[in-house]
């Protein structure tokens, strides 16, 4: 095999200029596509490689005869399948473990001949990797001769041409492969290459085409829309994409696509002949369907079941019916009428006036009750309703209304029946089969948009009632005060695992937590719960300081095998007698991969006390290293702990929400601290943030001191 030119030259440091193709790398969006771009590559096979060693793809290596000594590269090492200096171990024994045994000999002799004459080193080899690949592999090097002449080193250059030799072959069997037909036409317009799709597509087998002429072989090609085609992508060198009908034997529709190439003209193409009888019965569906998109767009964004009820009926009058009616069926099991719409606005008092009455007065025998117990569609007259309708206010205006017809559907959701919309059609629009089934997926799809509103309803209400559990009262220890917010977000259930805590340990410490655990669902927040409880009752009964609370607790953890992550920052409040005359106080505080703690001093100026990353998260390794840190404060400090909710934004990184944050204490410094935490949240997150939000704030303030007091 001949070497690319040059690669002695990138092998010293050189970069010989290639010319680039700009689409070299652009993915081909269709078989016909994939099939030009395809020839493309076999065509400028070495200029690809020679870009791909310009762009970084070559290892270089260095070996020393006399000691044995073998130095590669990074990208060498990756090349051979070595993860790094600790999986090589810079010997020849480590590059013949992954030559391929069959090449094994002939490269041994061919590299001592090399270093015998101090002379040229240029071979091409197979690898295996570790997980069994082969792959072919280039080297080139030259020997540099000791003062004796000899080779003192052997230093060179080496590069991947797996894909070199692979490309001769790839485009031929991906013609085999594809499930399209393609054939090739020579400059007379003979077929030089027909794959096995075409021989079945054209009823004929390659070696009655090859060779023959494509209009005596298909009569039917000339004087048409295929020859001209065919013509015109020759003449003009760009290619041509058409459909057509080819008439007996193979009475079909095709789509082609052909494009002129050095020897002629290729072709792909696809019989399409049920694809175009599904496209004209589409267009019969197409302005059913865009009603359901839609319905479906519209109860897709709600999870109120008020609103989801109220939408359903305006959306579907009049485009699938005159009036309708939307039953519901409660937590009692009772069904009730809850929505309805009529496409004349003076009729839609008639139609509310009957809603109210109309299951009240409605026998078991009814259709429409049937078709809600049964969980069945019932198409039925008007009069058949009438007739089981005892008299009364609904007999009276449904008379009134006057539908010919009505289609009672079942609002499915999850295996049961959760209500029933009901379709009134007036005198001359009785419904087709294609509107039942089409009102049918309305109905389906309300169904589910109801209960998804009815679930998310018990959630919200579950975490709500989770929310107030956590939201205890912070104590009020002598010397600060202490604040504390929980804003859940936006756009979730109200249900997460942000939490904040603030208590006093039994020797009188007070101790401020943040935490938050991954994940934002009832899962999250019911492991905040635990660990919550965890670290305070590990906290109140050892008076442990934070680094071995966080501790104790990411042991609780692995030995409940709670499977949880999450962060948390421990801070707890100390006083000596000395510092409590002096009014300072120490604050020991330790982090578990949370955010670092913010500290206003009482001059306005802002502290942050330590970088971005604490120590490891919890949950991941119980026995990991955790550090503790202590800095002493002055009354009229004040300390906050915060969940990332406060600071990250979609549309910005955490640098600039620690900006903010940062710029906002110094301004609101001089607030009460209730006040400051309010503001906090309304000019950062604006009451609506994307991720939950917990806060817990201290404010330092002198004791008064007795008179005896030491």
């Given at each position: ?94 590059f013949n473990a992954r030559v391929h045994p069959d090449d094994m000999g002939w490269h041994a002799d061919a590299l001592q001949a090399s270093t015998d004459t101090c002379g040229e080193y240029d071979v091409e080899y197979r690898i295996v990797l570790p997980g069994g690949e082969t792959r072919w592999i280039h080297a080139r090097g030259r020997c540099l001769p000791g003062a004796d002449g000899r080779t003192e080193r052997l230093i060179g250059a080496a590069y991947d041409t797996t894909g070199e030799r692979e490309a001769a072959t790839r485009v031929t069997r991906v013609l085999e492969a594809m499930p399209a037909g393609f054939y090739s036409l020579d400059r007379e317009w003979r077929f030089s290459h027909v794959n096995a799709e075409a ?238 089934a089409i009102a049918q997926d309305v109905a389906d799809r309300a169904g589910l948009a109801w209960d998804n509103a009815r679930l998310f309803s018990a959630q919200q209400q579950l975490a709500e009632g989770l929310q107030r559990s956590l939201l205890t009262d912070p104590p009020e220890p002598e010397h600060a005060e202490i604040a504390v917010r929980y804003l859940p977000a936006a756009e979730a259930a109200r249900v997460g695992g942000d939490w904040y805590d603030a208590f006093l340990q039994q020797n009188g410490n007070t101790m401020l937590v943040i935490g938050d655990v991954v994940g934002h669902d009832t899962e999250a927040a019911a492991a905040m719960g635990q660990l919550r409880s965890l670290l305070r009752g590990i906290a109140t ?170």
């Amino acid at each position: 095999m001949d070497s690319p030119p040059d690669r002695a030259t990138a092998a010293e440091g050189g970069r010989p200029e290639v010319e680039t193709c700009p689409d070299a790398d652009v993915e081909p969006t269709s078989l016909a596509e994939q099939l030009v771009a395809l020839q493309k590559r076999y065509e400028n096979e070495r200029l690809r490689w020679e870009l791909a060693k310009d762009a970084g793809e070559v290892g270089t290596f260095d070996w020393e005869p006399a000691t044995g000594t073998l130095l590669w590269d990074e990208q060498l090492q990756r090349m051979f399948g070595y993860s790094g200096p600790d999986s090589f171990d810079e010997s020849l024994a480590a590059f013949n473990a992954r030559v391929h045994p069959d090449d094994m000999g002939w490269h041994a002799d061919a590299l001592q001949a090399s270093t015998d004459t101090c002379g040229e080193y240029d071979v091409e080899y197979r690898i295996v990797l570790p997980g069994g690949e082969t792959r072919w592999i280039h080297a080139r090097g030259r020997c540099l001769p000791g003062a004796d002449g000899r080779t003192e080193r052997l230093i060179g250059a080496a590069y991947d041409t797996t894909g070199e030799r692979e490309a001769a072959t790839r485009v031929t069997r991906v013609l085999e492969a594809m499930p399209a037909g393609f054939y090739s036409l020579d400059r007379e317009w003979r077929f030089s290459h027909v794959n096995a799709e075409a021989e079945r597509l054209l009823g004929h087998g390659r070696d009655e085409l090859l060779g023959e002429v494509l209009w005596d072989a298909f009569p039917a090609t000339v004087a048409g829309v295929f020859e001209s085609s065919y013509r015109e992508a020759v003449s003009s060198g760009e290619p041509v994409s058409f459909d057509a009908y080819y008439p007996a034997p193979l009475d079909g529709w095709y789509e082609l696509r052909a494009w002129p190439t050095p020897d002629g003209l290729s072709v792909y193409f696809l019989e399409v002949t049920e694809r175009r009888a599904a496209e004209e019965r589409a267009e019969r569906w197409a302005r059913q369907l865009a009603t359901l998109a839609q319905v479906s767009a519209e109860l897709a964004g709600t999870l109120d079941t008020q609103v989801a009820t109220a939408r359903l009926p305006r959306l579907v009058v009049p485009a699938l019916a005159d009036f309708c009616v939307v039953t519901v069926i409660g937590a009692d099991g009772a069904p009730r009428d809850v929505g309805s719409w009529h496409v004349d606005p003076s009729a839609r008092p008639l139609l509310e006036r009957y809603r109210e009455v109309r299951l009240d007065a409605m026998p078991m025998t009814a259709p429409v009750a049937r078709a809600l117990h049964s969980g069945e569609a019932a198409t039925f007259t008007g009069n058949a309703v009438l007739e089981v309708l005892p008299p009364g206010p609904a007999r009276d205006l449904l008379t009134v209304l006057a539908p010919s017809s009505e289609v009672a559907l079942p609002l499915r959701a999850r295996g049961r029946t959760v209500g029933l919309l009901t379709l009134f059609y007036a005198e001359g629009h009785a419904p087709t089969d294609e509107d039942v089934a089409i009102a049918q997926d309305v109905a389906d799809r309300a169904g589910l948009a109801w209960d998804n509103a009815r679930l998310f309803s018990a959630q919200q209400q579950l975490a709500e009632g989770l929310q107030r559990s956590l939201l205890t009262d912070p104590p009020e220890p002598e010397h600060a005060e202490i604040a504390v917010r929980y804003l859940p977000a936006a756009e979730a259930a109200r249900v997460g695992g942000d939490w904040y805590d603030a208590f006093l340990q039994q020797n009188g410490n007070t101790m401020l937590v943040i935490g938050d655990v991954v994940g934002h669902d009832t899962e999250a927040a019911a492991a905040m719960g635990q660990l919550r409880s965890l670290l305070r009752g590990i906290a109140t009964y050892s008076n442990a300081g934070p680094v071995e609370v966080l501790r104790g607790l990411d042991s609780s953890m692995s030995t409940l095998q709670l499977g949880t992550l999450a962060t948390a920052a421990v801070a707890r409040f100390e006083q000596t007698p000395a510092e409590r005359r002096r009014g300072l106080t120490r604050m020991r505080w330790a982090n578990a991969g949370h955010l670092p703690p913010m500290v206003v001093h009482r001059d306005g100026t802002v502290a942050e006390l330590a970088p971005w990353v604490g120590d490891l998260m919890l949950g991941v390794d119980a026995a990991a290293l955790r550090r503790e840190s202590v800095v002493v404060l002055d009354h009229g400090s004040t300390v906050l702990l915060y969940t990332d909710g406060l600071v990250e934004r979609r549309d910005s990184d955490l640098d600039a929400g620690m900006a903010r944050l940062r710029q906002a204490l110094v301004e609101l410094v001089g607030l009460p601290l209730d006040d400051l935490l309010d503001e906090l949240i309304e000019r950062l997150v604006q009451g609506r943030p994307d991720d939950d939000v917990a806060l817990v704030a201290v404010r330092l303030h002198r004791q008064d001191l007795d008179d005896d007091q030491p």
